[in-house]
C-alpha cells in the first residue's frame, strides 16, 4: 500500500526478487488490503472514509462510507478468522477520537473499539479467541484483547520508537514494526522479547509472512533528509514461518 498516493501494488516475491505486477489508483487514501476469500474476486480495502472493494479489473465498490470525517482516514487491518475484516482508523491531527472497525460477510459493519487514536498493527490467534493490537499513540502498547468479552491486557510496553503493523507467526509469537527505531520486533505472547530484525532505514511500517520470508515495508514520510532505501520494502528469513493472509467473505462467495 502507498497510503498517500492511493495506490495498491501487486506483485510476486520468487527467490529474493520482487516482481512488480499491476498498479491499481484508488482515488484517495488506502490503509489496508485484505484478499477476498474467493480466488480471483480482487480485495477488500479500508479506504479513506469506510471500506472498500477492489475488482482485479480495477473496478473500486464502495460498502461503507461515513466511518472518519475531516482529516482522520482508515489505517491498517486484518481479517478475522470467521472472515469478517477489522480495520482501524486515525486521527488526524491526533486525539483519542479514531475507533476500530468490523465489516461482516453480510456487509454490516460495526464500532468495535472507541477512543482511540491511531488503529494499527492487528491480528488473530487461528482460534480467534485473542486480537493483538497496537493503538500506537500515546502509550505505545501491544495489547491482547479477548475477542469475546473485550477484556485487554498490555503484552508489552514498546520503548525506543512508535509500535506500528504486525503479524503472527506459526508459533504464535507477534512481529512488530517500530516505527522510528529502525527495527522489527518478535515478541512472545507473554511479553518477552525474542529477537529483533535491524533495519537501515528508520520507519518501518508493517510485516507480513511468504513462508519463512518476512516482508517489511517502510515509511519515508516525514523524514527531511531520508536515508536510502527509505520507503522500499525489504525481506529476510526469519527462521520460522507464518500464515498466508486470512481472506474476507463477502456473503456471496467464499
Not at 59 to 71: A, D, H, K, M, P
Amino acid at each position: 500500500m502507498d497510503i498517500q498516493a492511493g495506490r495498491v501494488h501487486c506483485g510476486r516475491l520468487d527467490g529474493g526478487v520482487l516482481t512488480a505486477t499491476r498498479a491499481y489508483d484508488i482515488g484517495g487514501p488506502v490503509g489496508v488490503a485484505v484478499p477476498c476469500a474467493e480466488p480471483g474476486t480482487g480485495w477488500a480495502l479500508a479506504v479513506k472514509d469506510g471500506f472498500a472493494r477492489l475488482a482485479e479489473d480495477g473496478t473500486v465498490t464502495r460498502l461503507v462510507t461515513g466511518l472518519t470525517s475531516g482529516q482522520d482516514q482508515m489505517n491498517d487491518g486484518a481479517c478475522h478468522p470467521d472472515g469478517s475484516f477489522w480495520a482501524g482508523s486515525q486521527a488526524i491531527p491526533r486525539a483519542p477520537r479514531a475507533g476500530l472497525f468490523r465489516l461482516d460477510p453480510d456487509g454490516s459493519v460495526r464500532r468495535v473499539l472507541a477512543g482511540l487514536t491511531v488503529a494499527n498493527g492487528i491480528d488473530f490467534t487461528p482460534d480467534g479467541r485473542t486480537m493483538f493490537f497496537v493503538d500506537t499513540l500515546p502509550h505505545r502498547r501491544l495489547e491482547a484483547i479477548d475477542v469475546s468479552s473485550g477484556a485487554r491486557r498490555t503484552v508489552v510496553q514498546v520503548d525506543g520508537g512508535n509500535p506500528d503493523g504486525l503479524a503472527l507467526d506459526d508459533e504464535g509469537c507477534v512481529w512488530v514494526a517500530v516505527w522510528d527505531a529502525s527495527q522489527v520486533r518478535r515478541y512472545a505472547p507473554t511479553g518477552e522479547l525474542l529477537a529483533t530484525v535491524e533495519l537501515p532505514v528508520p520507519r518501518p511500517t508493517a510485516v507480513c509472512f511468504q513462508g519463512s520470508t518476512l516482508v517489511i515495508t517502510t515509511a519515508s514520510l516525514g523524514l527531511t533528509d531520508p536515508p536510502a532505501g527509505s520507503g522500499h520494502l525489504f525481506a529476510v528469513d526469519v527462521g520460522v514461518t507464518g500464515p498466508p493472509a486470512r481472506g474476507w467473505c463477502d456473503g456471496v462467495k467464499g
